[in-house]
Nanobody, 123 residues
């Protein structure tokens, strides 16, 4: 499956952005989907995930209550609505696909990755 992330940009602290991930090559309904991010000089970290089995979601503690992941299997897309953005949310955001329905936070479970989309939050 090929993944294409979009929607990044520059936003002021407190603002919002919506990231989208378009899948092609195979139905996204067969995969759990996740968003990860990598800030400059840091390791890639889990942000949010949604299971293919029952749409169970999981979030990193740092984004709970601010970010929402959703999926539209018919449109082969996964979205990440990001509200109340903070400067520490600045990073390159990646979408990824996993054949596992659980451990959505586990980066090693993800086999397919899109290119990143940059999110920059100014203070």
């Amino acid at each position: 499956v090929q993944l294409q992330a979009s929607g990044g940009g520059l936003v002021q602290a407190g603002g919002a952005l919506r990231l989208s991930c378009a899948a092609s090559g195979r139905s996204v309904s067969a995969y759990s989907m996740g968003w990860f991010r990598q800030a400059l000089g840091k390791e890639r970290e889990f942000v949010a995930g949604i299971s293919y089995r029952d749409r169970t979601t999981r979030y990193a503690d740092s984004v709970k209550g601010r970010f929402t992941i959703s999926r539209d299997n018919a449109a082969h897309t996964v979205s990440l609505q990001m509200n109340s953005l903070k400067p520490e949310d600045t990073a390159l955001y990646y979408c990824a696909a996993s054949g596992y329905y659980n451990e959505l936070y586990e980066i090693r479970k993800y086999d397919y990755w899109g290119q990143g989309t940059q999110v920059t939050v100014s203070s």
